[in-house]
């Protein structure tokens, strides 16, 4: 399901940093040995076997994280990102497997595309990749893709993300077929007839500002529907870019009934409002919009508790002069992949509001598991997913400091402390 | 051959601070909003002479950038500017190079290349006046922006209420109709909470916008509300709210009789205003509209005195002395 292109396996000796892995319940200052991408050993003073030995003191070892919702807007658009800048901006965060949505033009919802697409990554990713397919043709939401055969040609799931399934029949069909290949479906989950027009949060915001409103209900409303349709075909789903409190209750009412249901949630949702949006920059226009401090306040606890269990970047991408318009004029979504985990830290581990270890839990093990992907774990026998963070470094974030081929972050200027200093996915080094 | 001096830095001119705009009520505190009505009131003297035109602004120049088809704003500003004696212009989204598809971006930095002082922009998406803001080197006024901000229009309500009532401070304005998709309504609010009026907006509920109170208003579904107010302001309703997949409201028919304004539901002694164009028989009744309560030709000509406060308060930098503004039109 993970394609990544062919690179040497490391052979390396990662010397003296502080071992933190959530899923292995370990913390523990000690060596780590990695032979031809295998870790192969775990403790104090280890023999170099003549590797590379990189000197960790102070840093912090972590499993490496899993994005779960990645715009590489390939193939169509190129311009704003590639298989290859991408996967690059990933390695730059992180992270050591990415999901690739499949609202690309033209949509991945036919084997050719999804074949094309895994051969280009085969020749550019450098971190482990998995295409998700559409869940209907074209993203209409009229008639199902061939999921069985998407399924094949090594689709890592189904979502029509971008836009909802709007069909609440064809939903219902979706989550009977795609039992068959194995895969998830990513849910966004909008109601399009009350968030037509909106263009942030419908709120005190919106209000004062004349802007068209997208209210919580929107989404609240579609989360309750495809929980009850998850619950009725006993199927499991996950639900994207939560942002409303009212969403999050919906999920955890379909936990309490015993629905297999799991969420993830942006940076950017955790840690802005839709205060930011006065400031009329684009790059605090997303969807689902910026919500009100309530619902970032029940979104970090829901991170805490587990019930959402996965950090999300919704990494979009967009060319410099589409988001250099009037606010209503520009394109929703922002990049995240190479600030997440400083921002996170930044503004949560930091402050105290959420331990790291929690953070490191819902950027790795919980979207892993929540796509049925491997969970990156520090172990003896695993290839090595690992990633070097010096939780100390400060760094300000600036156009040229990016990878990726687009700079629509709402962080640029800002300051962050926690910088990834190397990045090893599937037993390669691939940033750092 | 010239020779060619170069400067130290440290005895180079200071930086100049950044430019002043007019994008927003919000952006205004209650001495500006005064000044400015001041300003308006002796341009409003000056206007009263036979010579019309002073020379306050000569050699500056103003350009108008409308993307939206406006005729009163348009004319005003152009107008504005010319009875100041500076160099106008006003560029039209559908004679330009817009129509080619050039960015709002490009279209400002090439009209920028003339050096304008002041640019005016009216635009059908909010946040245009920020990025024209953003992108030259000119002071921006924000002749409407989407259903976001109408600074000046405003403005020149509030000088029409002082004009007629003397004062601002407990005044009750009740704004009636579609406060949603209202910029004339946001700046309104804003301005007349700032200077101590009391504003209700009077709508159906599917035309006010949930937390337009945190502005600084009241509101009410109920056309009585309006029976307590000294200005009645109506605001116009447009076809297009009724239309398949807007469905604000069920017909014209069904607005007019439950919230349009009519004699029968006014008092003697109320005033009533109306950003224009009026729709006679919808939001507002044609004897109402031609009443001499009716004061739309009053705010039309407040307009051009506000534009010209606007525009020289801008370029002059700071607080006006108006004994000043009366003898530079002794001089002329």
């Given amino acids: 399901m993970l394609t ?37 050993a775990i403790g104090a003073n280890l023999d170099t076997n003549e590797h590379q030995v990189i000197d960790a003191a102070q840093l912090l070892l972590v499993p490496a994280f899993v994005d779960p919702h990645v715009h590489l807007r390939t193939p169509g658009r190129e311009d704003e990102e590639t298989v290859a800048t991408g996967t690059a901006a990933a390695a730059a965060g992180g992270y050591c497997a990415i999901l690739a949505m499949p609202n690309t033009e033209p949509v991945v919802d036919s084997a050719s595309v999804l074949g094309s697409l895994v051969e280009l990554a085969e020749q550019e990713a450098l971190v482990p990749t998995g ?68 263009q942030v949060h419908e709120g005190v915001v919106s209000a004062q500002l004349g802007f068209g409103g997208y209210p919580s209900v929107a989404e ?9 349709l998850a619950r009725y075909e006993e199927q499991a789903i ?42 009329l920059d684009t790059n ?130 800002r300051t962050l402390k926690g910088q990834v200093k190397t990045t090893i996915a599937n037993g390669r080094v691939v940033f750092g | 051959m010239a020779e060619i001096r170069v400067m130290r830095e440290d005895l180079l001119p200071p930086q100049q601070p950044p430019k002043r705009h007019l994008i927003s009520i919000a952006d205004l505190e209650r001495a500006d909003v005064e000044r400015l009505l001041a300003t308006a009131r002796s341009f409003g003297r000056s206007l009263e002479r036979e010579v019309k035109k002073l020379p306050t602004l000569r050699g500056r120049t103003v350009i108008n950038l409308f993307y939206e088809s406006s005729t009163r704003t348009a004319s005003s500003f152009e107008l504005a ?11 039209r989204s559908s004679v330009s190079s817009v129509t080619k598809g050039e960015s709002l971006k490009d279209t400002v930095r090439t009209l920028a290349s003339f050096d304008p002082d002041v640019i005016v922009i009216r635009h059908e998406q909010i946040g245009a006046p920020q990025l024209v803001a953003a992108t030259v080197d000119a002071h921006v006024v924000n002749a409407g922006d989407g259903k976001h901000q109408h600074p000046t229009q405003a403005l020149l309500d509030l000088y029409t209420m002082q004009e007629e009532f003397g004062r601002l401070e407990g005044l009750h304005v009740a704004i009636v109709g579609d406060v949603l998709h209202s910029r004339v309504a946001r700046s309104d609010i804003q301005a007349l909470a700032m200077v101590g009026a009391h504003v209700t907006c009077v709508g159906p509920p599917t035309l006010i916008p949930r937390g337009i109170e945190t502005l600084g208003c009241s509101v009410s579904y109920d056309i009585g509300a309006i029976a307590s107010a000294d200005v009645v302001y109506v605001l116009r309703m447009q076809n ?21 304004v009519t004699p029968e539901r006014l008092r003697p002694g109320q005033k009533i205003m109306h950003p224009g164009p009026m729709n006679r028989g919808v939001e507002i009744d044609a004897r109402v509209a031609d009443s001499p309560d009716a004061l739309v030709e009053t705010q039309v000509r407040s307009g051009l005195v506000v534009r010209m406060a606007v525009l020289y308060d801008l370029l002059t930098q700071g607080p006006v002395n108006v004994a000043n503004v009366a003898q530079i039109h002794e001089v002329a």
């Fill in chain 2, 81 to 91: 500017a010319k009875r100041l004696s500076a160099d106008t212009m006003t560029v």
């Fill in chain 2, 240 to 260: 297009e709210r009724m239309e398949k997949g807007q469905a604000y409201l069920p017909s014209i028919r069904e607005y007019a009789a439950h919230w349009g």
């Fill in chain 1, 220 to 228: 609240s409303l579609m989360v309750e529907r495809d929980v009850a």
């Fill in chain 1, 284 to 413: 605090f226009k997303m969807n689902p919009p910026l919500r009100g401090e309530e619902d970032r306040q029940v979104l970090i606890e829901a991170l805490r508790s587990g019930t959402l269990s996965c950090v999300a970047t919704d990494h979009a991408p967009h060319a410099r002069q589409e988001k250099e318009v009037p606010f209503e004029e520009a394109p929703f979504g922002v990049t995240g992949l190479e600030t997440a985990f400083a921002v996170l830290y930044t503004e949560l581990v930091e402050t105290g509001v959420l331990p790291l270890e929690t953070l490191l839990e819902r950027m790795s093990a919980g979207p892993a598991r929540a796509y049925g992907l491997p969970v990156p774990r520090i172990a003896i026998g695993e290839r090595a997913n690992l990633v070097l963070v010096d939780p100390q470094a400060s760094w300000r974030v600036s156009e040229d400091g990016f990878r990726s081929r687009s700079v629509n972050s709402w962080l640029l200027g």
């Fill in chain 1, 4 to 40: 990544q292109k062919q690179l040497l396996d490391a052979d390396v000796v990662i010397r003296g940093a502080r071992v933190l892995d959530p899923t292995e319940k370990l913390d523990a200052s000690v060596d780590v040995r990695i032979d031809a991408g295998v870790v192969t």
């Fill in chain 1, 238 to 279: 996950h639900v994207m870019h939560v942002s409303a409190s009212e969403s999050v209750e919906a999920i955890a009412a379909g936990h309490a009934q015993g629905v297999a249901v799991t969420g993830e949630v942006t940076p950017h949702h955790l840690c802005l409002t839709d205060e930011a949006v006065r400031t």
């Fill in chain 1, 131 to 198: 295409f998700m397919a559409a869940i209907s043709k074209g993203q209409h939401g009229e008639e199902l893709t061939e999921m069985l055969e998407l399924a094949e040609a090594g689709a890592a799931a189904f979502t029509d993300d971008g836009r909802p399934v709007t069909s609440a029949g064809l939903m219902r069909r979706a989550l009977q077929y795609s039992q068959l290949t194995g895969r998830r479906l990513g849910l966004h989950c909008e109601e399009p007839t009350l968030s037509s027009g909106g």
